[in-house]
Nanobody, 120 residues
Framework: QVQLVESGGGLVQAGGSLRLSCAAS????????MGWYRQAPGKQRELVAV???????NYADSVKGRFTISRDNAKNTVYLQMNSLKSEDTAVYYCNAKVLTTGWTSYDYWGQGTQVTVSS
């Protein structure tokens, strides 16, 4: 089994910054894509940013220039640096990882979610 443990959410004023972390642990042969999604109340979960294990990244248009995704492959950890936060960034943020595990089978794993609240 694989677990994703997130940390770093909280309450911040508009214009402020937060850094989220997500560490994968368990029986891991390789972690492929790692990314962050978010879900605001009454809305569907949406992609925020994703990074493959070669360092290529992709961002939602709404966060480009403000958020930066990075990862430490040796630690199976992904980070999301969030700057210039806006009230519309308020959501539960979920870590996602596509993990090659036992039997060289790839599975999709999710973290438990961490609340980010931006006050205006």
């Amino acid at each position: 089994q694989v677990q994703l443990v997130e940390s770093g959410g909280g309450l911040v004023q508009a214009g402020g910054s937060l850094r989220l972390s997500c560490a994968a642990s368990g029986i891991i042969l390789r972690v492929n894509d790692m990314g962050w999604y978010r879900q605001a109340p009454g809305k569907q979960r949406e992609l925020v940013a994703v990074s493959d294990n070669g360092g290529s990244t992709n961002y939602a248009d709404s966060v480009k220039g403000r958020f930066t995704i990075s990862r430490d492959n040796a630690k199976n950890t992904v980070y999301l640096q969030m700057n210039s936060l806006k009230s519309e960034d308020t959501a539960v943020y979920y870590c996602n990882a596509k993990v090659l595990t036992t039997g060289w089978t790839s599975y999709d794993y999710w973290g438990q979610g961490t609340q980010v609240t931006v006050s205006s």
